[in-house]
């Protein structure tokens, strides 16, 4: 949904007369469409039959690398807002776009912290590490 938030508000304004927004978009739109279908992925169970990709690996190096993206994405976005804009709707839309592309950028920060312990295997909860087996 924040990463929808940052390319919908952009889409919405004349980002194509400053180059800086192009790399917004493409940061914005790809890893959109691509959390869309790993979302997709997990929801259906396909990576259950898909067992010899390492999933946790494959998420954890996909949210680090969102992450560093949505940084140059977050401060490209943040540096080409001009509150002197003679259009106050794309300085509005613009503004909003790159609060949520910092929103989204510490959203990729958190989850990939998440993967890493996933990977790691540090996610285990209370119920599964008591069970022994004394058979």
Avoid: E
């Avoid at 949904?1 to 914005?28: C, E, R």
Wanted: aromatic fraction near 20%.
């Amino acid at each position: 949904v924040l990463g929808l938030l940052v390319w919908s508000l952009i889409a919405a304004t004349t980002y194509h007369l400053h180059a800086a927004y192009g790399w917004v978009m493409f940061v914005s739109l790809f890893f959109w469409i691509l959390t869309l279908l790993f979302f997709v992925t997990y929801l259906l169970q396909l990576h259950q039959k898909f067992y010899m990709i390492p999933w946790p690996l494959v998420l954890m190096i996909y949210n680090a690398v969102a992450t560093v993206l949505y940084i140059t994405a977050f401060v490209t976005c943040a540096a080409a807002v001009q509150p002197t804009s003679w259009r106050q709707w794309d300085y509005n839309r613009r503004a909003a776009a790159s609060f949520f592309a910092c929103v989204t950028m510490i959203t990729y920060g958190v989850s990939t912290f998440f993967s890493f312990r996933a990977w790691k295997g540090l996610g285990s909860n209370a119920a599964t590490s008591q069970v022994t087996d004394h058979a």
